[in-house]
């Protein structure tokens, strides 16, 4: 595969020699154009002897070949990191200043971007906009990741480690999830608004060593984190226990017990778009925690453990919207359901979307090895408008898809009912 790795004019240009090298070693023969200014972050030489061709920047330079035609039409890949704000609204506005403008606007293939930046610079609304453009263009725009940054400054604007960013490029190179093609319409209304999305299971501490938990894996809230970042949503990501790594490029916070879910999402959630209650959040706690850790006796009983109920996240979050207090306005809830002699899973669904007042309530049914832990999954999605239910069996990006889908479909019809007054 011909790969064109260009590289940006930021600190964290270094990062770059690093994905390069992943690249080579994976057999890709690959250019690497840098602009200017990434120059006098790291040289030409360091580029020439990691890819072994020369380096380029301006389209004066062999103009007999016409490189900057020839690149972008021969490449069957194209990877930009980092890319700076200033980088962003150029290739957005089709400018091309130098050879990496030309091979951006020349390429056919799929183009992915990896942007690095000041927080600030990340959340204006111009770069927003700006990634929305490329997005809607077919642009790959990983997220960037969350933590420490130039200087002191730490929030999300850090570039993904390469091999994040690596793994971003060849699904995009194999017209994945995250591939170089358009994004689904239907997730169109996700750009620029902020979720807040909660995976994992919690923990209900039963003494220092001993807790209380469930089988939760987080697969299907990380799944909803990564689809709605490459629709160009915002992502604060609630964690509680889980199995599996936090999305790259999600806001990360992460619980333990229920009492800490429910604190963190009203935080999160109070001024954001949409809240998606992923979570597998534990009913049940013990009444009493033992200070020290509970001992086995010689006479072979057991203790007696008394439960109480724990904070309903989902219930209070929708009462705190209801109120008029600080929510995001439209609620997604989810329920893991098993049936019984009298009731499905779904008729148990429909009852608790009545009873919680969500405007989504994802349904999907668990146990004798459904779900959690695995790969493949059925939901159906219920909505408190009316509208029919949808059904989706297969992966866990997948069942994402189709219920953020769903959201994105309850935030158009609210910007269209505020648009005309209704």
């Known amino acids: 595969m011909e ?20 690249m080579t070693e994976a057999g890709h023969g690959v250019t690497v154009v840098p602009t200017e200014n990434a120059l006098r972050f790291v040289g030409a030489p360091t580029w020439e002897a990691l890819s072994g061709r020369p380096v380029r920047t301006d389209t004066f330079t062999d103009v007999d070949q016409v490189q900057h035609v020839r690149l972008g039409r021969r490449a069957d890949l194209v990877v930009v990191a980092p890319a700076t704000a200033d980088l962003l609204a150029r290739t957005a506005a089709g400018m091309a200043p130098d050879l990496l403008g030309n091979v951006l606007l020349t390429a056919t293939c799929p183009v992915v971007l990896a942007p690095a930046m000041h927080t600030e610079m990340w959340l204006h609304p111009a770069t927003r906009a700006n990634v929305a453009t490329l997005r809607g263009r077919g642009v790959t725009v990983v997220e960037p990741a969350s933590g ?19 793994a971003a490029a060849q699904a995009a190179a194999d017209g994945g999830v995250d591939g170089g093609h358009a994004p689904d319409p239907a997730l169109a209304p996700l750009a ?26 987080g697969k299907q809230g990380v799944a909803l984190a990564e689809v709605a970042l490459a629709a160009g949503a915002r992502v604060r990501f609630v964690a509680g226990t889980m199995s599996v790594d936090p999305p790259a490029g999600a806001e990360v916070t992460r619980v333990e017990s229920t009492q800490e879910m429910l604190e963190v999402v009203l935080d999160r959630a109070a001024d954001a778009d949409a809240l998606v209650m992923a979570a597998a959040v534990a009913d049940f706690r013990p009444a009493q925690v033992a200070e020290d850790k509970i001992k086995k006796t010689d006479d072979g009983g057991a203790p007696t453990l008394v439960l109480e109920r724990t904070p309903d996240v989902l219930a209070t979050a929708v009462r705190v919207r209801d109120s008029g207090g600080p929510m995001a306005p439209v609620v997604v809830g989810f329920a893991a359901e098993t049936g019984d002699a009298d009731t499905t899973p779904l008729e148990y669904g429909r009852a608790k979307l ?19 832990g695995r ?27 189709t219920v953020l889908a769903a959201l994105a479909g309850v935030l158009a019809r609210r910007g269209a009912d505020a648009a005309s007054g209704r």
């Open 3 to 22: 790969v064109v790795l260009g590289v940006g004019g930021g600190i964290a240009a270094y990062k770059a020699a690093l994905l390069l090298r992943l």
């Open 148 to 166: 420490r940054l130039t200087g002191a400054d730490s929030g999300p604007g850090r570039l993904p480690e390469p091999a994040d960013i690596w």
């Open 192 to 217: 620029g608004r902020t979720v807040v999305i909660t995976a994992g299971g919690t923990r209900e501490p039963l003494d220092p060593v001993r807790y209380l938990g469930n089988r939760s894996s």
């Open 354 to 372: 009545a009873r919680k007042g969500c405007d989504l309530l994802v349904v999907n049914e668990v146990g004798r090895g459904l779900v959690f």
């Open 375 to 401: 790969d493949e999954t059925e939901v159906t999605v219920l909505s408190a408008a009316g509208d029919p239910p949808v059904v989706r069996t297969g992966t866990k990006a997948e069942a994402a898809e």
